[in-house]
C-alpha cells in the first residue's frame, strides 16, 4: 500500500519560513516524480513545484526564488522550504508522486500565513 505523509505545516506570520516534508512508502521512490501541490480557499488546484529523480525541478512562477524543493532518494523524501512566506501562500498542501503508469497523493498538510 503506498503512502505519502505529509509534515511541517502550520501558522506563520508574513515573511516567515516553514518546511514541508513528505515521506513516501510502498513505492519505488526514485521512480517517480515527486511535486507538491496546493489549494488556496476557494480557488483551484496549482501546482507549486515538482522535482525528478535526477532532481530537476521545476517551479511555479509565483514561487520561484522563495521556494526549494529537494529530495532525498535513500530516504524515500521530498521537502518543501518556503522562505519569504506571503498571505496568499495560505493554502493545503499535498505531496503528490507520479511515473508513467500511477499516481499517488498524501493526505495534505494546512499552512497558515497571517499576522
Known amino acids: 500500500q503506498v503512502q505519502l505523509v505529509e509534515s511541517g505545516g502550520g501558522l506563520v506570520q508574513p515573511g516567515g519560513s516553514l518546511r514541508l516534508s513528505c515521506v513516501a512508502s510502498?513505492?519505488?521512490?526514485?521512480?517517480?516524480?515527486m511535486g507538491w501541490y496546493r489549494r488556496p480557499p476557494g480557488k483551484q488546484l496549482e501546482l507549486v513545484a515538482d522535482i525528478t529523480s535526477g532532481g530537476s525541478t521545476n517551479y511555479a512562477d509565483s514561487v520561484k526564488g522563495r521556494f526549494a524543493i529537494s529530495r532525498d532518494n535513500a530516504k524515500n523524501t521530498v521537502h518543501l522550504q518556503m522562505n519569504s512566506l506571503k498571505p496568499e501562500d495560505t493554502a493545503v498542501y499535498s505531496c503528490?508522486?507520479?511515473?508513467?503508469?500511477?499516481?499517488?497523493w498524501g493526505q495534505g498538510t494546512q499552512v497558515t500565513v497571517s499576522s
Open positions: 510502498g513505492l519505488f521512490f526514485d521512480r517517480y516524480i
Open positions: 503528490h508522486a507520479r511515473s508513467v503508469l500511477s499516481t499517488f
